[in-house]
């Protein structure tokens, strides 16, 4: 049956990831640095395209809005949430830039970029990450197995141990919940 087919390859890509050290130990140091840019008046920044655009600006709500409790609000947004702008500058230069130029914008050094591909190799994430790394900001990617281009520009790098579109952003929605969660409980001191 395929209902349950689906659900058995989330649960074992899931598994995988739970049994990875080293994912593990990155979404730790992801929290740092996120931890880190939010404590000296920094922002986490957010960009993806189609269903994960919509994971992008679902995470930098949680962060901006609230997770679990009432809490002060967190400097987060996802690029492309201004359709006007996005529109424009896809238009006026192309869409490869719609997300670097809103970094040159709004980026400085020590704030976070986390870009969600499931292929690592959409180009207007990997010329947001070159803009991000030419001014200080620090690069997190969140890919499919084979991380793509990403994997060689991310700071930081979590590549979901699957192939499957639906199964990584099904992960990464995973484990962007778990960062904003850890995110929250630390800086305001929740257990």
Same mark, same amino acid.
């Not at 579109?165 to 630390?186: A, D, M, W």
């Given at each position: ?30 929290? &740092? /640095?996120?931890?880190?840019?939010? *404590?000296?008046? !920094? @922002? ?5 395209? =189609?269903? %994960? ?43 490869? &830039? /719609?997300?670097?130029?809103?970094? *040159?914008?709004? !980026? @400085? ?5 986390? =870009?969600? %591909? ?74």
């Amino acid at each position: 049956m395929r209902i349950k087919d689906a659900i058995q390859q989330s649960i074992d890509v899931k598994r995988k990831i739970l049994a990875d050290e080293e994912i593990l130990e990155t979404i730790e140091k992801i929290v &740092e /640095v996120c931890i880190g840019a939010f *404590k000296s008046s !920094g @922002k986490v920044l957010f960009c993806g395209n =189609g269903g %994960s655009a919509a994971d992008a600006q679902h995470l930098a709500a949680e962060l901006s809005g609230r997770f679990y409790f009432d809490r002060y609000p967190l400097d987060s947004e996802a690029l492309h949430v201004n359709t006007s702008y996005l529109t424009a500058v896809a238009n006026d230069y192309s869409f490869d &830039e /719609v997300f670097s130029r809103m970094v *040159k914008a709004k !980026g @400085k050094k020590g704030d976070v970029l986390i =870009g969600l %591909s499931t292929s690592g190799n959409s180009p207007n994430m990997i010329r947001a990450f070159e803009t991000a790394r030419n001014l200080g900001v620090i690069t997190v990617g969140l890919t499919g197995e084979s991380g793509g281009k990403l994997k060689d520009i991310s700071n930081y790098l979590i590549r979901v141990p699957s192939d499957d579109t639906p199964r990584i952003q099904e992960s990464h929605i995973l484990i962007g919940h778990i960062i904003c969660e850890l995110i929250e409980n630390k800086i305001f001191n929740k257990k």
